[in-house]
T-cell receptor, first 108, second 114 residues
Framework: GIQVEQSPPDLILQEGANSTLRCNFS?????LQWFHQNPWGQLINLFY???GTKQNGRLSATTVATERYSLLYISSSQTTDSGVYFC??????????FGKGTTLSVSS | DSGVTQTPKHLITATGQRVTLRCSPR?????VYWYQQSLDQGLQFLIQ???????AKGNILERFSAQQFPDLHSELNLSSLELGDSALYFC?????????????FGQGTRLTVV
């Protein structure tokens, strides 16, 4: 099946710093989503982005489907950004397949 | 609030027991998915239902089963529970199939088997 690899596995930042999270996938996909799992375990939708670039406040994402990767940018990070960021992809006939996530810790 | 409702939020039960987890999808969504999140296995897809019919199966154990009812809510039944079944169980829903639509997740049911 399709492999989804996220990097880095862990990231420690000071408040105000910027970061880039990467998601590589091993085959073509129909759908790609980014999620934030907060410390209470909730999975929050960040982006639905099978291709192209989207921005939402301090967060933006870019997916280059032809090169099989997606990037999530977090600017001016805040302590509330802490948690685990997941990339998940779908190929035809399957459900969302998740990467192992990037654990982000932002300290004040 | 994603619009996907899962009950109960927490469940503690003994080994060998059977439990039922419930999921109400977002209004209008026809697809329901179940996922298991454990520390060692990450987020694993279990099973998908679309408009009442089983659509796809992932790594779901034979001791687990699910169904989607005519009102589109879904239930995940876990039987002969083992300590290793302790995990966070998520339900997700989407309007059609996630190949082309965005999926939204409920808050999860945290199952502890003692």
């Amino acid at each position: 099946g399709i492999q989804v690899e996220q990097s880095p596995p862990d990231l420690i930042l000071q408040e105000g710093a910027n970061s880039t999270l990467r998601c590589n996938f091993s085959d073509s996909v129909n759908n790609l989503q980014w999620f934030h799992q907060n410390p209470w375990g909730q999975l929050i939708n960040l982006f639905y982005i099978p291709s192209g670039t989207k921005q939402n406040g301090r967060l933006s994402a870019t997916t280059v489907a032809t090169e099989r990767y997606s990037l999530l940018y977090i600017s001016s990070s805040q302590t509330t950004d802490s948690g685990v960021y997941f990339c998940a992809v779908v190929r035809a006939g399957t459900a969302l397949i998740f990467g192992k996530g990037t654990t982000l810790s932002v300290s004040s | 609030d994603s619009g996907v409702t899962q009950t109960p939020k927490h469940l503690i039960t003994a080994t060998g027991q059977r439990v039922t987890l419930r999921c109400s999808p977002r209004s209008g969504d026809l697809s329901v998915y179940w996922y298991q999140q454990s520390l060692d296995q990450g987020l694993q897809f279990l099973i998908q239902y679309y408009n009442g019919e089983e659509r796809a199966k992932g790594n779901i154990l034979e001791r687990f089963s699910a169904q989607q009812f005519p009102d589109l809510h879904s239930e995940l039944n876990l039987s002969s529970l083992e300590l290793g079944d302790s995990a966070l169980y998520f339900c997700a829903s989407s309007p059609t199939l996630t190949e082309n639509t965005e999926a939204f997740f409920g808050q999860g049911t945290r199952l502890t088997v003692v």
